[in-house]
């Protein structure tokens, strides 16, 4: 399970708290929670402290994403590194 919560939001940012597990089908929903925001020209702050697990399709999901406009934050040692072995640097 992966729990997504609204931490902070501006007029042109939003830091949402990512907790649990980035796998398949939350890497889907947190794919569409992010794009939502990226339509509505906002950067987007994920901090990823609380992630205990990620998956390839996750993986993907983070590295799709405009590197401009989503910044990943607190990742954790495990996380940072399939992110860079699958493209994310």
């Excluded at 925001?37 to 402290?49: G, I, N, S």
Aim: with cysteine; net charge neutral; proline share 2%.
């Amino acid at each position: 399970m992966l729990k997504i919560t609204k931490i902070q939001e501006s007029e042109r940012e939003v830091l949402l708290k990512l907790e649990g597990k980035i796998v398949e089908q939350w890497a889907a929903l947190l794919d569409g929670e992010c794009r939502a925001y990226l339509r509505r020209r906002k950067v987007v702050f994920l901090d990823c402290a609380h992630v205990d697990y990620i998956d390839g399709r996750g993986v993907e999901v983070l590295n799709a994403f405009p590197h401009s406009h989503v910044t990943l934050m607190s990742t954790p040692a495990f996380m940072t590194e399939l992110l860079q072995l699958g493209g994310r640097s």
